[in-house]
């Protein structure tokens, strides 16, 4: 009888084990994740998928404006409540990596305020109109960004790193990610299939970047990574 007893207890525990063990995956495997870091070669995949659909105009990129002049005693260019020299020369490198990525088929927009409106001064030649919503983006920002979007053409929008994480909220991605100066998050949207995630860029990564092939109506090219 004590043998029966304990071969139930035993059952009891292994039936209670496996539950809470699937219980465990099946939470690992529903709950959200943060937005990958294309820096790291594990997510070769996601950067292969950015040069795809940035060849096909289907990207919305959010830009961190550049090292803030209020938070750092290094000399401002210009007006306290904008950038850096510093961060001045990292966001027109910064500028150089979106050319060669293709800016041809880009609209670009930055937030009014002075440090937004410097990086896009930096990184573009060309004039870039200030909008509103790139700084007031609480609850928003997703829904602003899709409709300035045009099919077939990207969209590159220099803004803050409140409005970044207001994004990934739009998108129930969590926000622990800490986005540095000029750090660029991807999200594609091809206008079929709802906003994806793709990913984000630290400045001092892209040379880091996996080399990654892009399909081109006539073959393939190497990508500008």
């Known amino acids: 009888m004590l043998r029966s007893v304990l071969a139930r207890y035993r059952n009891t525990l292994v039936i209670v084990a496996a539950s809470v063990l699937t219980g465990a995956v099946t939470w690992h495997l529903l709950s959200p994740v943060p937005a990958p870091n294309l820096a790291q070669p594990k997510n070769a995949g996601q950067v292969l998928a950015l040069t795809q659909s940035w060849a096909k105009g289907d990207v919305i990129a959010l830009v961190r404006h550049g090292e803030r002049c209020d938070r750092t005693t290094t000399p401002c260019l210009g007006l306290a409540d904008g950038i850096t020299v ?8 910064l500028g150089a990596n979106f050319r060669q990525l293709g800016l041809k088929n880009a609209d670009i ?7 937004a409106r410097q990086t896009a001064d930096a990184m573009f030649i060309r004039p870039v109109e200030a909008q509103d919503w790139l700084f ?3 609850g928003t920002m997703l829904r602003d960004a899709l409709k300035h979007k045009l099919p077939g053409r990207n969209l590159v929008l220099v803004t803050h790193s409140e409005c970044m994480d207001a ?4 998108m129930h991605v969590p926000t622990d990610t800490t986005f540095g100066y000029g750090a660029s998050l991807f999200i594609q949207d091809d206008g079929a299939h709802g906003p994806q995630m793709l990913g984000y860029i630290e400045t001092k990564d892209w040379s880091n970047i996996t080399p990654m092939v892009t399909p081109v109506l006539h073959g393939v090219e190497a990508s500008q990574f």
Request: hydrophobic share 25%; charged share 30%.
């Open 86 to 93: 510093h961060g001045e020369v990292v966001v027109q490198e």
């Open 136 to 138: 007031n983006c609480r």
């Open 109 to 115: 927009y930055s937030s009014e305020l002075t440090r």
């Open 167 to 170: 994004l990934e909220a739009d």
